[in-house]
């Protein structure tokens, strides 16, 4: 139901006045009125306003229809303005877009790490790379090998052929320091050498 503004404006100047404890009068002409018999929503020009022809509010729609019909128009309007659905974005845009705009260019839209398979809003994406534990790296090295990042150390400590180790012998006394690929090649050359340590 539509009430009128006349209506709405009569009835909180009649609440006014029972609030003031003072009989209900008339605003035009101050005769007495029975608020039961005598007031009352306008029912015929309440559904002449609603049969009015309106064009929508939403700008680039051409939609003219009945004013009862706005709100169920309103709900499918491919102009109106509506909210980002994503979870903390703040963007408006028309409701045609919204798709495109929630899963192409939103920052706040959630992506999957290609490495790791976490989830984060596209804006944090960069950030997660520098600490995404998954991510293939370089060897620190150059010896050639692209191991993820949680596996960096255990590939110095113990596979990369490039990296500076200690003589098995060390404990013995050798101090040569050489990359882990002549570790062999050392060994069968100073046998003697190293075998007088013992």
Not at 1 to 18: A, D, G, H, K, T
Not at 52 to 64: A, E, F, H, L, N
Not at 67 to 77: I, P, S
Not at 109 to 126: Q, T
Request: charged residues 25%; positive net charge; glycine residues 4%.
């Amino acid at each position: 139901m539509v009430y009128s503004p006349l209506f709405i404006c009569l009835f909180v100047y009649l609440f006014r006045q029972e609030a003031q404890h003072q009989p209900y009068t008339c605003p035009a002409d101050r005769k007495g009125l029975d608020r039961d018999r005598d007031v009352f929503p306008d029912n015929a020009t309440g559904r002449k306003i609603l049969s009015m022809v309106i064009k929508c509010p939403s700008d680039g729609c051409s939609w003219t229809g009945e004013l009862r019909d706005k709100e169920a128009h309103l709900e499918a309007c491919k102009f109106k303005i509506v909210n980002c659905t994503n979870k903390n974005c703040d963007a408006t845009v028309k409701r045609r877009d919204l798709e495109q705009h929630t899963t192409n260019t939103c920052e706040w839209r959630i992506i999957e790490c290609e490495y790791c398979e976490d989830l984060n809003p596209k804006k944090h994406v960069e950030l997660h790379l520098l600490l995404c534990r998954k991510i293939p790296l370089s060897c620190p090295y150059s010896c050639g090998i692209s191991i993820p990042r949680e596996m960096i150390q255990n590939h110095i400590d113990n596979d990369c052929p490039l990296c500076l180790v200690s003589c098995p012998y060390a404990k013995m006394g050798c101090i040569k320091k050489l990359q882990r690929k002549n570790v062999d090649p050392h060994l069968q050359s100073n046998t003697r050498e190293h075998l007088d340590l013992c």
